[in-house]
């Protein structure tokens, strides 16, 4: 009965391969996030999606993008990946687009060799 | 730029006392703050918030204060548990539901 589930929990891979990230909420929530968390345990908001709309794009870098076949799931692509983008990715989501409670997903932890 | 701020990595508190977890931002804009809790391997949990109308929310043994004109917020637990053992984030919120998240401080409440 997750509420906000993630797969892959682990992924590695090399560089320059391309890579997905699965998220899907069961909470009938309208938004949907995903957030990065680096090295230095910072979390930082990458999209966020609103009734399949890009909401709010952060500035990263194009290789990645994010895809919601439906309301419920939010897929976060990541082509050509770098060393850098190492790091556990969150996925969130909120009942709607204004101040509102996020609930996260149990991250996944990329590495990139 | 780092708008929501944590400034004490971590925190040892004695099972039974207080612990305060402190939080400081920088946008005035901020209208919503939240406290999540995190153990290791596991997302961010959704502990507590406090509306920007607000200067005290209380949920259990949960106290969150806010203090806009100093643009600081606390999470107040009271008694600690062992089970409180986590990180603790402070995030802050606009109308946008854009959250900015603090780096964290790390709670280790000692039996």
């Known amino acids: 009965d997750t509420a906000v589930s993630q797969t892959p929990k682990y992924l590695v891979t090399q560089m320059g391969n391309d890579k997905s990230i699965k998220c899907e909420q069961n909470?009938?929530?309208?938004?949907m996030y995903w957030y990065k968390q680096d090295s230095k345990k910072f979390l930082k908001i990458m999209f966020s999606?609103?009734?399949?709309?890009?909401?709010i794009n952060e500035t990263v870098p194009n290789r990645f993008s994010p895809k919601s076949p439906d309301k419920a799931h939010l897929n976060l692509h990541i082509n050509s990946l770098e060393l850098g983008d190492s790091a556990v990715y969150f996925c969130a989501s909120s009942r709607r687009l204004s101040v509102e409670t996020q609930y996260f997903g149990p991250g996944t932890r990329l590495l990139v060799l | 730029d780092q708008q929501v701020k944590q400034n004490s990595p971590s925190l040892s508190v004695q099972e039974g006392r207080i612990s305060i977890l402190n939080c400081d931002y920088t946008?005035?804009?901020?209208?919503?703050f939240l406290w999540y809790k995190k153990y290791p391997a596991e997302g961010p949990t959704f502990l507590i918030s406090i509306s920007s109308i607000k200067d005290k929310n209380e949920d259990g043994r949960f106290t969150v204060f806010l203090n806009k004109s100093a643009k600081h917020l606390s999470l107040h637990i009271v008694p600690s548990q062992p089970g409180d053992s986590a990180v603790y984030f402070c995030?802050?919120?606009?109308?946008?539901?854009?959250?900015?998240f603090g780096t964290g401080t790390s709670l280790t409440v000692i039996p």
């Open positions: 946008n005035s804009m901020f209208d919503y």
């Open positions: 909470l009938g929530h309208d938004t």
């Open positions: 999606y609103n009734n399949k709309e890009l909401i």
């Open positions: 995030a802050a919120a606009n109308t946008g539901n854009q959250f900015y």
